[in-house]
Protein backbone atom coordinates (compact mmCIF):
# COMPACT_ATOMS: atom_id res chain seq x y z
CA UNK A 1 0.00 0.00 0.00
CA UNK A 2 2.14 3.22 -0.90
CA UNK A 3 1.61 5.76 1.52
CA UNK A 4 -1.00 8.62 0.30
CA UNK A 5 -3.19 5.60 0.49
CA UNK A 6 -2.35 4.83 3.95
CA UNK A 7 -4.81 5.36 7.12
CA UNK A 8 -3.06 8.99 8.01
CA UNK A 9 -3.61 10.84 5.05
CA UNK A 10 -7.71 8.79 4.30
CA UNK A 11 -10.12 10.96 4.21
CA UNK A 12 -12.55 8.28 5.97
CA UNK A 13 -9.96 7.39 8.36
CA UNK A 14 -9.95 10.98 9.57
CA UNK A 15 -13.81 10.67 9.84
CA UNK A 16 -13.79 7.85 11.77
CA UNK A 17 -11.67 9.46 14.09
CA UNK A 18 -13.81 12.55 14.40
CA UNK A 19 -11.26 14.81 12.68
CA UNK A 20 -13.86 15.72 10.09
CA UNK A 21 -17.07 15.58 10.75
CA UNK A 22 -20.31 13.53 9.10
CA UNK A 23 -23.65 13.24 8.71
CA UNK A 24 -23.81 9.54 10.49
CA UNK A 25 -26.47 7.27 10.05
CA UNK A 26 -25.57 4.15 12.00
CA UNK A 27 -22.11 3.21 14.13
CA UNK A 28 -20.93 0.17 16.24
CA UNK A 29 -17.29 -1.13 17.05
CA UNK A 30 -17.00 -2.22 13.06
CA UNK A 31 -18.26 -0.07 11.03
CA UNK A 32 -19.67 3.91 10.20
CA UNK A 33 -22.33 4.92 8.06
CA UNK A 34 -22.83 8.51 6.37
CA UNK A 35 -24.70 10.60 3.85
CA UNK A 36 -22.78 10.90 1.07
CA UNK A 37 -21.92 14.98 0.68
CA UNK A 38 -22.24 14.96 -2.96
CA UNK A 39 -25.84 12.84 -3.24
CA UNK A 40 -26.38 11.56 -6.29
CA UNK A 41 -30.06 10.02 -5.55
CA UNK A 42 -32.24 10.89 -2.54
CA UNK A 43 -30.78 8.23 -0.65
CA UNK A 44 -27.12 7.82 -1.10
CA UNK A 45 -24.79 6.37 2.27
CA UNK A 46 -21.32 5.59 2.57
CA UNK A 47 -20.86 2.40 4.35
CA UNK A 48 -17.50 1.88 5.79
CA UNK A 49 -14.77 -0.01 7.96
CA UNK A 50 -13.37 1.55 10.24
CA UNK A 51 -10.73 -0.78 9.65
CA UNK A 52 -8.24 1.17 7.00
CA UNK A 53 -8.72 -0.99 3.87
CA UNK A 54 -7.94 0.46 0.83
CA UNK A 55 -9.61 -1.36 -1.91
CA UNK A 56 -11.91 -4.67 -2.26
CA UNK A 57 -8.90 -5.88 -4.07
CA UNK A 58 -6.85 -5.75 -0.64
CA UNK A 59 -9.84 -7.77 1.33
CA UNK A 60 -8.56 -11.46 2.10
CA UNK A 61 -10.39 -14.19 3.52
CA UNK A 62 -9.70 -12.62 7.40
CA UNK A 63 -12.27 -9.94 6.41
CA UNK A 64 -14.85 -12.01 5.37
CA UNK A 65 -17.02 -11.39 8.62
CA UNK A 66 -16.58 -7.57 8.36
CA UNK A 67 -17.42 -7.58 4.51
CA UNK A 68 -20.29 -9.83 5.57
CA UNK A 69 -21.85 -7.52 8.06
CA UNK A 70 -21.55 -4.43 5.50
CA UNK A 71 -24.01 -6.29 3.04
CA UNK A 72 -26.62 -7.75 5.61
CA UNK A 73 -26.50 -4.32 6.91
CA UNK A 74 -27.21 -2.16 4.01
CA UNK A 75 -30.44 -3.08 3.11
CA UNK A 76 -31.50 -2.91 6.95
CA UNK A 77 -30.78 1.16 6.53
CA UNK A 78 -32.03 1.38 2.90
CA UNK A 79 -35.16 0.18 4.91
CA UNK A 80 -34.86 2.63 7.39
CA UNK A 81 -33.27 5.67 5.55
CA UNK A 82 -36.99 5.35 3.10
CA UNK A 83 -35.54 2.69 0.20
CA UNK A 84 -37.60 -0.03 1.25
CA UNK A 85 -38.87 -0.71 -2.67
CA UNK A 86 -35.21 -1.27 -3.85
CA UNK A 87 -31.57 0.14 -3.82
CA UNK A 88 -28.26 -0.16 -5.32
CA UNK A 89 -25.28 -1.31 -3.89
CA UNK A 90 -21.76 0.19 -5.71
CA UNK A 91 -17.96 -0.40 -4.67
CA UNK A 92 -15.73 1.04 -7.36
CA UNK A 93 -12.26 -0.41 -6.76
CA UNK A 94 -9.34 0.68 -7.62
CA UNK A 95 -8.85 3.35 -10.92
CA UNK A 96 -10.37 1.76 -13.34
CA UNK A 97 -13.19 1.14 -11.03
CA UNK A 98 -13.85 5.03 -10.50
CA UNK A 99 -12.31 4.36 -6.55
CA UNK A 100 -12.01 8.19 -5.93
CA UNK A 101 -11.35 7.50 -1.66
CA UNK A 102 -9.07 4.78 -1.35
CA UNK A 103 -10.87 3.31 1.91
CA UNK A 104 -13.01 0.87 0.77
CA UNK A 105 -16.63 1.52 1.18
CA UNK A 106 -20.10 0.69 0.21
CA UNK A 107 -22.48 3.19 -1.71
CA UNK A 108 -26.28 2.42 -0.70
CA UNK A 109 -28.61 4.95 -3.39
CA UNK A 110 -31.83 4.80 -3.63
CA UNK A 111 -34.93 7.17 -3.19
CA UNK A 112 -38.30 7.23 -4.37
CA UNK A 113 -37.21 7.34 -7.98
CA UNK A 114 -36.44 4.81 -10.27
CA UNK A 115 -32.76 4.12 -10.78
CA UNK A 116 -31.42 4.69 -14.41
CA UNK A 117 -29.17 1.67 -15.95
CA UNK A 118 -25.98 0.77 -14.10
CA UNK A 119 -24.12 0.58 -17.23
CA UNK A 120 -25.20 1.00 -21.19
CA UNK A 121 -24.18 -0.63 -23.55
CA UNK A 122 -21.93 1.00 -26.30
Do not use: W
Not at 12 to 21: L, P, T
Not at 30 to 55: E, G, N, Q, R, S
Not at 56 to 80: C, F, I, N, Q, Y
Amino acid sequence: MSADHGPDNCLFCKIVRGQISSNKVFEDDDVLAFHDIDPVAPLHVLLIPKLHLATLADSDSTHEPLLGKMLVLAPRLARELGSADGFRTIINTGRIGGQEVYHLHLHIIGGPVRLPAMLTRG
